[in-house]
């Protein structure tokens, strides 16, 4: 089994994959400090309690874009699965070509996302990734990475309202019964939301007509992004595996 492993601003994803199936999956903080033990014994009890075996594992995945928690978390897996894992990076097969004037600044995990994309939809496709940032990154028909846009992701639009003005609370972010807003929390709810669903339509539009690619699929992943799409037409596919999917399919062309 392959142990796919998504390192992100605000989540540790884990996938467990058994070839192409998802036998599991599971969230850790990424944020609380931990050694490799504490990381070791986190992630083998989570793999036994999906009633799966440690055992079975003979590979591991893993994207970053955190740093500082890198060797903790590769020596657990070294230490408690007795494995090697492989690091996406400068210098791993993926299938797709960064044709951006810096490859290198393109972060692994928009790399990965994009992976997937586009051996499951094909190209052209614009990739949307609804996480700690909002990402928008455009693939040619050819596999090419050639543009990415980055935005505040929802959570942090709503914790620089609530940080920054004294009177405003913490919210949940959900979409509120209506944008004609009567009250603080809903009111901020409308404009985290439609404001978001507005940025997203918007920014489909205009690589559209930049790129002259009319026939853009467009594919969303990340904790908001089955909300947006579901409040827009412009977005064509759900995915919210894509990610590990894609660490699925690079693993693949790196062993």
Known sequence: ?????????????????????????????????????????????????????????????????????????????????????IIVGPGTKTGIKVATKNPREIGSDRIVDAVAAYELYGGPILVLDFGTATTYDLVTEEGHFVAGITAPGVRISAKALSDSAAKLPEIEIVRPESILAQDTVSSMQA?????????????????????????????????????????????????????????????????
């Open 191 to 255: 404009g985290l939301m439609y404001g978001q669903i507005g940025q997203t339509e918007y920014i489909i539009k205009e690589v559209k007509k930049e790129s002259g690619y009319d026939k853009l699929k467009v594919v969303a992943t990340g904790g908001l992004g089955r909300t947006i799409a579901d409040e827009t037409e412009l977005i064509d596919e759900y995915n919210a595996d894509l990610t590990l999917e894609g660490l699925r399919i690079i693993y693949g062309k790196n062993r």
């Open 1 to 85: 089994m392959l142990l796919a492993i998504d390192v992100g601003n605000t989540n540790i994803t884990i996938g467990i994959y058994d070839h192409k199936e998802l036998k599991g999956h599971f969230r850790i903080t990424t944020k609380i400090p931990r050694t490799s033990d504490e990381y070791g014994i986190t992630i083998t009890e989570l793999i036994e309690r999906q009633e799966l075996s440690i055992k079975d594992v003979n590979g591991v995945i893993i994207a970053s874009v955190v740093p500082n928690i890198m060797y903790s978390l590769t020596r657990s897996i070294v230490k408690y699965l007795k494995l090697e894992p």
